[in-house]
């Protein structure tokens, strides 16, 4: 979305603020299974706490000013990423005229048909060149 907005931003480039240690991210797939395993527990309880709060958890990119970044936040309710659910995804723009209440696009992200028919217009694209 950053490239579509114009900026000329690569993958390093992005800030990554990881919720995982590096040692999660040696090895293999199985690797990764087996090392993130041993997180599960301090996961749940920090969920759990969140719960409680009436948070939910949301991996969140941002793009300020040509800056991009990625994150774990905690939201509330209130917030209008909170009822996502599923493969659901949500844009905020927050511009001049959005910003006190920022724009919200809000649907399907992900999925089988939703990505076939995101590659079948990229085709289509390609081809009417």
């Not at 309710?77 to 659910?85: K, T």
């Not at 723009?93 to 048909?113: F, H, N, S």
Request: charged content about 30%; aromatic content about 10%; overall charge negative.
């Amino acid at each position: 979305m950053s490239r579509e907005a114009g900026y000329k931003i690569e993958k390093g480039d992005v800030h990554v603020e990881k919720f995982l240690p590096d040692k999660c991210f040696e090895g293999d797939l199985n690797d990764f299974y087996n090392e993130v395993e041993k997180y599960d527990s301090e996961f749940e309880k920090r969920r759990l706490e969140l719960t409680k709060e009436g948070k939910k958890w949301r991996f969140f990119a941002t793009l300020d000013n040509g800056k991009a970044s990625v994150k774990l936040i905690a939201v509330n309710p209130d917030h209008p990423s909170f009822n996502l659910e599923g493969s659901n995804n949500i844009v905020l723009l927050t511009t001049e005229r959005y910003r006190e209440l920022p724009m919200v696009i809000k649907g399907y992200g992900a999925g089988a048909d939703v990505t076939a028919a995101g590659v079948f217009a990229d085709l289509m694209r390609v081809v009417n060149v």
